[in-house]
């Protein structure tokens, strides 16, 4: 019997990682909707990933939750558990499994640049390594975050009249801009599209300082003349948007790097701010665990399997289905 198969079902204990269906048990390494999903019969999670999941889903979406701290070691059967911080997103983490004298870790989605607003990623030695693969091409050099929303305040400086209007996932993203922007000094109301609010809550609930955060809806334009907001992308073409002075449209998104997306989003202000490992954090991760074994999945996994073999390490891609070109929380 495997300790783990390439499907992420570790068979020892009959669980699934981030399944795509319901499941009887389920290990979740974070909350966006391509590996999170309502169903199952049992979940473990970090507190926050499991807050999050209720908030989504509902509190009945599993029969049971069972929080899981970073770093302290669960015991189920003959398998260790361990779960430890993935650089991602509130609550976002990697999954560590033993068994005997063999270490798998599945690193979920991750990025290695600091992140103020949660726990920093850590390196887990281990003897197989599955990561994921979304920026996975030598071209993905994400550039430092702060340099990026510099811009966005630059571009609100030269331009006071006109409202600027950023498209940012609601769950991560959004709160990353924010805080980014705090930390850049903006202190003024910033102001959200009604499908953000709940999720912002949460985070400021778990100790995160957004700042002074207002509802969009309802303003009028001249309120919101100037101003700072936050939307998800579907919303920049929607009626809503119309009540925006003469809008700047920016988003925040590693695929912002691509020329092509950003035309075709009609963005004028690309903001390349990822929540992903670039190329150059990924093959350093696979470095620092030490692994001989790659396993690759969610995005270009050709790329990295090469490179992995051309270092002298095992690898595979694991072709999950619906993980091969999630933008959502990119």
């Known amino acids: 019997m495997s300790l783990l198969r390439h499907d ?7 669980a699934f990682i981030d399944p795509r269906f319901p499941v009887e048990r389920a290990l979740i390494t974070h909350a966006h909707g391509d590996h999170a999903r309502g169903g199952h019969g049992s979940v473990l999670a970090t507190p926050e990933t499991i807050g999050i999941m209720k908030l989504r889903y509902g509190a009945e979406s599993a029969k049971s939750w069972q929080e899981i701290e970073y770093g302290k070691p669960l015991k189920i ?22 068994i005997k004298h063999q270490r798998i870790v599945v690193s979920g989605d991750y990025k290695r640049f600091p992140d103020a607003m949660i726990a920093a990623f850590e390196p887990v030695p281990c003897d197989i390594f599955v990561t994921e693969a979304t920026f996975g091409l030598p ?16 571009s609100m400086e030269r331009f006071p009249e006109q409202s600027h209007l950023v498209a940012a996932y609601a769950l991560g993203k959004a709160q990353r801009v924010i805080g980014l922007a705090r930390q850049a000094g903006y202190d003024k109301p910033i ?15 778990r100790g995160i300082d957004l700042g002074d955060l207002r509802k969009a809806t309802g303003l009028a334009k001249d309120e919101l003349k100037g101003a700072l907001v936050i939307a998800p992308p579907s919303a920049m073409k929607e009626v809503w948007s119309r009540r925006l002075t003469d809008p700047i449209h920016a988003m925040a998104s590693g695929w912002m790097t691509v020329k092509q997306r950003v035309r075709q989003r009609g963005i ?37 399997v090469y490179w992995c073999e051309q270092n002298g390490l095992k690898a595979a891609p694991l072709h999950l289905q619906g993980r091969d070109d999630e933008e959502d929380e990119s």
């Open 191 to 205: 102001y959200m599209h009604g499908s953000l609010v709940n999720m912002c809550a949460y985070y400021q609930s």
């Open 8 to 14: 992420l079902y570790i068979e020892p204990i009959k």
């Open 139 to 154: 071209v993905f050099q994400h550039p430092d975050p702060m340099l990026e929303i510099a811009k966005l305040i630059k």
């Open 77 to 98: 059967g003959d398998v260790t558990v361990t779960y430890y911080p993935a650089g991602h997103i509130l609550g976002s983490a990697q999954i560590l499994l033993e």
């Open 268 to 304: 004028e202000l690309p903001l390349v701010i990822s929540d992903h490992a670039d190329w150059n954090e990924l093959t350093q991760t696979i470095k620092d665990t030490g692994a001989g074994e790659i396993w690759v999945t969610h995005g270009r996994e050709d790329a990295l």
